[in-house]
């Protein structure tokens, strides 16, 4: 599959080892619905969702970090497998550089998923910069890759299944399923 992919694409997610995402906006729509008595709920793409939990099986790790503090975000990430969340972060920079540091990575071996400009930082220093969709046209600009799908409407999983593709894991992970 990946010789259907360009060679400067291949050679971006082949090293990836880490794929940070944002919330609002990438792994939801960017809706947030609030009832009378100030409970949140968010909308979150099943699809998305098996996607992360296919990437954790291969080996690719994924850590979230947002800008806002919703319980709805610490469930689902729970739900998925997702052991690192970072919630209420003002500087993802300075995250982005500790979990570097703790996780002995590189940038071109960490992958961003965003979708404003407050994701633009990251998305110039990570190996692969991916915008969703639906993105502000400045997050896009400075990607190496937009997905075709809207944020919180599959664009996660498109990203999942493109670095397993760029990987050569997904032609194994599909055996599982067709035999």
Avoid at 51 to 62: A, E, P, T
Wanted: aromatic share 6%; charged share 30%; proline share 2%.
């Amino acid at each position: 599959m990946t010789n259907q992919m360009p060679p400067n694409l291949i050679d971006k997610i082949q090293p990836i080892r880490l794929l940070i995402l944002d919330v609002d906006g990438v792994l939801t729509d960017g809706r947030i619905v609030m009832n009378d008595l100030g409970q949140e709920s968010k909308f979150f793409d099943v699809k998305d969702g098996h996607g992360l939990k296919v990437l954790l099986r291969c080996g690719i790790d994924v850590v979230w970090i947002t800008g806002r503090k919703s319980t709805v975000v610490e469930h689902r990430a729970r739900d998925l497998g997702i052991q690192e969340v970072h919630q209420l972060i003002w500087d993802k920079v300075q995250v982005y550089e500790e979990v570097l540091e703790r996780r002995k990575l590189t940038a071109r071996e960490v992958a961003y998923m965003g979708d404003d400009i407050v994701d633009i930082p990251l998305l110039k220093r990570v190996g692969f910069a991916v915008a969703v969709n639906d993105a502000v046209d400045e997050a896009k600009q400075v990607a190496d890759y937009v997905t075709r799908r809207d944020g919180g409407r599959g664009a996660v999983r498109e990203v999942c299944d493109l670095l397993l593709k760029g990987q050569g894991k997904w032609d194994r992970l599909m055996e599982r399923y067709f035999s």
